[in-house]
């Protein structure tokens, strides 16, 4: 995985001084995942502080696994980190038409999530799906050499993810984030209606977000094909968000039926998260097939299962979207 830096070359000294200017990253036990920390907001909070305190709860998130990372790697950090990279994203959706996003952070969040996504998925594949597949066969050494390829391609990559978290494009992203929130540099391009609009209540605000995220998740699931890869990734895209944004304004909107919602959403977006991993280690296996022929009859094997455990967990699905109410009245 290429890294490349759209910055100038600074050196060491340069990138030390930079990284000085970021807040610590969270006390954390060495080599375990930071999971996202609750959003205390004050019931009276407005727009724009909620704003910054649910970006800097995402910050947080995202310098602990980073620090992780570097010190030694392991699966469930890297997911870690691309769910607060995600949450970051889906903040920025939230509040844009209340506070504008400068295009540059936006558009490095996204590359960075981007040089992430495969390597997630090359974990997964390796520790996870392959190993499941093997112990279901019973054929843990015929398909031993596939498993022990997927596990070095993944290794190569989580070098790489080392790399680019060390390197000066992460650094002066995260150095440009945190040096625009503490300055408040949305209100540079308010005006004085805009500015005021942005000091009006957060509960307000975020119950017309959840309400308008809900409606659209409705629409959506009504009309669902269970055949339709990329219409089961835009509703689990859609899922998350909700529950980010459930999560982000919890102290405000809480209550017993938005919980059981949010519980339901979570399970639906467990079992669709279940299906998409199968989906992707078929593409993998795919691709595999072209490029490790000696591998072709393992390959060949392990595609077969995957077939079945696929329709498994699309009858699973499809059982579990049935028994779920939030397409109805919620």
Known sequence: MAIPSQASATSKKTQQALRSHLPAAPVSVAGVASTAKKVKLKKNVDIEHAFQAIVFN?????????????????????????????????TFSLFKNRLPIPDGIQNDLKWFARQLNPVRDCDVFATTILPYIAASMDMQDSL??????????????????????????????????????HGLGWRDTLSEKQRHRVQSPAKKFANKRLLRLKKLLRSKGKKIDFSDTEALHKIRICIKNIRYTGQFFHSLISSKQEKAYLNELSALQTRLGKNNDIVVADRLLFELRHEQFPLAKSIDSARNRLTQLGAVSKKKLRQRWKKSDMFGSH
């Open 58 to 90: 995402c910050v947080d998130q995202i310098l602990a696994n980073q620090d992780c990372l570097r010190s030694n790697y392991n699966a469930e950090s890297l997911h870690q980190l691309r769910v607060a990279l995600r949450r970051l994203r889906a």
């Open 144 to 181: 031993q050499e596939l498993m022990h390829h997927a596990q070095s391609v993944a290794n190569q990559r989580h070098q790489a993810v080392i790399s680019l978290l060390a390197s000066e494009r992460f650094t002066l992203f995260m150095l440009n984030l945190c040096l625009w929130m």
